[in-house]
């Protein structure tokens, strides 16, 4: 798990993941506080989904000694930190923040608490934007860009009876794509692109050595725009993973013609992007 390695830290492997990925820790604090309020002002009901759930947790999966036997035994150290996951800190903040608005009698210190809770929760830890002008408001029920539908129609269109069309996507596309269309296929794996780029979080322990090469040779076109690749060799790398269709985005004219040189076909333009159809991937339809 990137960092974190069992063997090196033994039975603080627990404390060490929820350090390395909680990223900031003020919600964990939030939530430990919050069940202190449920257990000493709670009602039943309450204090058995939130405290009791929570101190099960802690008592199991939690505990190193547990935790790091059953790492062992199940080979699950790359994943151990989803388990963070379970802990409830979203609805108890929000039954404790609910419960804390409630208190005041007047109406004027009801907004003042709601004010200092917002407050509170915005200005504690980074935000995940640094301004108004990065927050990206949806403009489909998708809640992903418009042009990316746009580009899933004219694929599937262009495959005809190929239900399961194989593509190429840069990064910000391939991480989107699956979350609308189930039928694409994609060539690069998550967790490839993400060691490409520099992340040390993720393992490609369940792919061949071959398919890893392949993928990374891809990535290092279309993403880092290395074009010093043969691109004999690229149209190999799209035969092996039996790519049909590479998706790219028209602020790359040198991929662009590179992807030309290696036999691929534009056929479609979006606006700012490129679709490109491999035809001698020798992929099954």
Known sequence: MGSVSLAEEGLVFVFSCLKEFGGQ????????????????RGGEKERHFFCRSSLFLAVTIYN???????????????????????????????????????????MWGKRGMILFLILLLLFSGNPVVSSVSAIKIPTNKYKIPDELLAICD?????????????????YEYNTLVRQYDGHMRLTLDRDVYLLA?????????????EEVANQNLIIQVIQNQNLAIDPLVFAEALNATETEYL??????????????????????????????????SGATT
């Open 154 to 170: 004219v694929i599937h269109e262009d495959a005809g009876d190929n239900e399961f069309p194989k593509s190429v996507f840069e």
């Open 64 to 106: 190193p000694i547990i935790a790091n036997t059953l790492i062992r035994i199940m080979g699950m150290s790359a994943e151990y930190y989803r388990f963070f996951w379970i802990l409830p800190i979203g609805l108890l903040l929000a039954y404790v923040c609910v419960e804390l608005t409630e208190m005041p009698r007047t």
């Open 25 to 40: 820790t003020y919600f964990v604090g939030f939530f430990l506080t919050g069940l202190l309020y449920v257990w000493i």
């Open 197 to 209: 780029l520099g992340s040390n979080t993720v393992s490609t322990r369940n792919l061949s050595e």
């Open 247 to 280: 998706v790219i985005s028209e602020n790359s004219p040198a991929v662009l013609a590179y992807l030309t040189s290696a036999g691929c076909v534009s056929f479609a333009d979006t606006g700012q992007y490129i679709i490109f159809r491999y035809e001698n």
